[in-house]
């Protein structure tokens, strides 16, 4: 039997493309130990994207270049895969992101990261986000095999929205690991403040990471502190957020205490990561926070949303919880905690713990099948 990891997404690499690059290279060698054969399936930008997809040990087939055209997508996994399937001997499939199951596929596991198109029904407009539910969610759940959810948060909201006794049955979670490669990275020279700053990082969406209450939280600390806190922003857009994200990033020129990298490379973002003050990150709707866990390994405090759920998971006790709509009194209470200099240091998961659990729900796929 030979197995299939598709690799998939869009824009940047920001928390899709950080998923794949940590967890593939060790499951591709918990694979290997159990001897089931691998390829990759990679998008073409994650293949251009994803450093560990490139001396990775394994077959890598390039998907057509379908990255954003999603009625195309759609149509060449329905109508093609199951004859690429065939012609390149794949009798099994992981979905590690955007799965498109349909009952004449092999036999398959889909990974669900979120499931913000029930949480936030109009993300992409009503048409839009109703179709990617149906798509990605619905008919996962409904063909794959196993559905692994990656944080217990993103489990918990699955079974919110869509409890029943069968999905129960073939639902499992395998929490991402919180450990970072960035932090064996050799330190840079880069552009950091003087002044005490906090760091954010992820995409460029307004809404979804509510970035304008990050900016408000600064200024709350500036004046209850009277000190010179900065905000900076880095991470890229995609296709979904550009308007919106670009709309933000002209609101906040005229502040000269807050400023936008873009997206940069893994060496500058260690060295921001090491620098900052403190890590601030917003959402509400997170599966996961790839920054949070990040920062934990760096030891850094996390400032985060008091709504999200998943935050506990990537960042353990080196979390402070904010109110995202007081932030006067989160201000003051974040000082408060900052006067600890570094967060106490609790035990979180590993990249190499998830991919052997992985391979576990594999395995049962090839004995199953």
């Known amino acids: 039997m030979t197995i299939a990891l598709i690799a998939h997404y869009l824009g940047p690499s920001l928390g899709i493309g950080q998923y794949l690059d940590r967890l593939i290279p060790p499951l591709i060698h918990e694979l290997k130990l159990k001897n089931i054969e691998t390829v990759i399936l990679a998008s073409p930008n994650a293949k251009e994207k994803t450093p560990a997809l490139n001396p990775v040990d394994a077959q890598i087939l390039t998907l057509p270049s379908l990255d954003y055209s999603p009625t195309k997508r759609l149509i060449w996994f329905t109508l093609s895969f199951p ?13 590690l992101s955007n799965p498109i199951i349909l009952p004449w596929h092999p036999p398959s596991i889909g990974v669900l990261h979120d499931v913000n198109e029930w949480k936030m029904g109009k993300k992409y407009g009503y048409l839009k986000t109703t179709l990617r539910s149906l798509i990605y969610l619905d008919s996962s759940l409904k063909f794959a095999k196993k559905i692994i959810a990656i944080s217990e948060a993103t489990y918990n909201d699955i079974l919110n929205f869509r409890s029943n006794s069968q999905l129960q049955d073939k639902l499992m979670i395998i929490s991402n690991g919180a450990n970072s490669s960035l932090i064996n990275l050799p330190p840079v020279e880069i552009s950091a403040p003087k002044n005490p700053f906090l760091l954010s990082v992820g995409r460029i969406d307004p809404e979804g990471k509510n970035l304008p209450e990050a900016v408000n939280f600064t200024k709350a600390l500036r004046q209850i502190s009277g000190q010179s806190w900065e905000l900076h922003i880095i991470g890229g857009m995609n296709a979904s957020s550009q308007n919106k994200g670009e ?123």
Do not use: M
Not at 83 to 95: D, E, H, L, P
Not at 324 to 329: E, L, Q, S, T, Y
């Open 83 to 95: 004859s690429f399937c065939q012609k390149n001997g794949i009798t099994g499939v992981i979905w």
């Open 247 to 369: 709309a933000f990033l002209k609101s906040i020129k005229s502040f000269d205490w807050v400023t936008y990298h873009g997206y940069v490379d893994n060496n500058s973002l260690a060295q921001w990561y090491r620098q900052a003050t403190a890590i601030i990150f917003l959402s509400n709707n997170e599966g996961f926070g790839f920054p949070i866990a990040e920062a934990s390994s760096f030891c850094k405090w996390s400032v985060v949303s008091d709504q999200n759920q998943a935050a506990f998971e990537a960042g353990g006790s080196s979390l402070i919880f904010i109110d995202i709509n007081d932030p006067k009194n989160s201000a003051i209470k974040v000082l408060e905690e900052l006067k600890q200099e570094k967060p106490p240091l609790v035990e979180l998961p590993q990249w190499e713990d998830s991919a052997k659990l992985y391979t576990e729900a594999i395995l049962s796929l090839v004995i199953g099948h």
